[in-house]
């Protein structure tokens, strides 16, 4: 196989008859950074978790997806797939509002050029799930936020229409099956490109824990941070004092203490048996 590109956490290869290997590592990155070390079995429970969520919603958007029967080498951690022409657009559906949304409403009122009722706080559910696209930015960079209408420019009315639609579609889906299962889906980002027939697919992974903010719904309370079953842990420790490091400092952020390491891995994998009812392992 050729090596086509190593993400933050995912790396590509082509195979012989033009298919993709997607395989997921267990780098874990914050910040913009890569982290050291990886989280045991991360890349196995994402890979896991996002051919369930495909899966649940293939009947919403079709996904890239050809099988998981893949190399014995990187088995239970990558699939095999179309290739797409990937839109130069992040989708964003957020159904509540914190990280940089909040961050965005304090100053503006509104996130993406949305704007949003006065007197929202740390963790409140917004009126009706937004789209709130962004670029993507080259690893080591920051996706910056966009507007609707910067979308359209970008890709075209239609196909802004289109991203909106399918974004808000994966993402109410998805939020109502884990409310059944008591998660939150606070937000999620998600991968579409145009696949031969220049139909609009989804890729890369689907409602993960790197992917989306969960919460558990029992311990839902607006008004300050919210725990989580994602890797908003890792990035509390890293601004915490306990981690000693300057995120304005330019440099690159301490080694993770084994017990974020362990309790970030246990966080991965409740998310993965709540939502999906199916043990993952000791």
Not at 4 to 25: C, F, I, N, Q
Not at 61 to 72: C, F, I, K, T, Y
Request: charged share 30%; glycine share 8%; hydrophobic share 40%.
């Amino acid at each position: 196989m050729k090596h086509l590109h190593s993400g933050k956490v995912r790396d590509l290869y082509e195979t012989p008859d033009g298919l993709l290997l997607m395989v997921a590592s267990d780098r874990i990155s914050a910040f913009d950074h890569v982290l050291e070390p990886g989280i045991p079995d991360k890349g196995e429970i994402l890979t896991r978790l996002s051919l369930w969520w495909f899966e649940q919603l293939e009947d919403v958007v079709p996904n890239h997806v050809v099988s998981a029967d893949v190399p014995a080498e990187f088995a239970g951690r990558a699939v095999l797939c179309r290739p797409l022409r990937m839109v130069p657009v992040e989708c964003v559906a957020r159904g509540y509002l914190t990280g940089s949304g909040l961050v965005d409403y304090r100053r503006e009122g509104a996130v993406s050029g949305v704007r949003l009722p006065d007197g929202l706080t740390d963790g409140s559910r917004l009126p009706e799930p937004i789209f709130t696209p962004s670029t993507k930015a080259p690893v080591g960079e920051h996706d910056e936020p966009m507007t609707f209408e910067q979308v359209a420019a970008e890709v075209g009315a239609e196909v802004a229409d289109r991203l909106r639609r399918i974004t808000l579609e994966v993402y109410s889906r998805g939020a109502e099956i884990a409310l059944g299962r008591g998660i939150i889906v606070a937000d999620t980002k998600i991968e579409i490109g145009w696949d031969a027939e220049g139909v609009l697919t989804l890729g890369d992974e689907l409602l993960t824990p790197d992917s989306s903010r969960f919460w558990p719904l029992d311990r839902w309370e607006p008004g300050h941070a919210q725990p989580s079953f994602d890797k908003q842990y890792v990035r509390d420790w890293l601004v915490s004092p306990a981690s000693g490091w300057d995120r304005a400092s330019g440099e690159a952020p301490p080694r993770l203490p084994d017990e974020v390491v362990e309790r970030t891995r246990s966080r991965y994998v409740e998310a993965y048996e709540r939502i999906t009812g199916r043990r993952f392992r000791d």
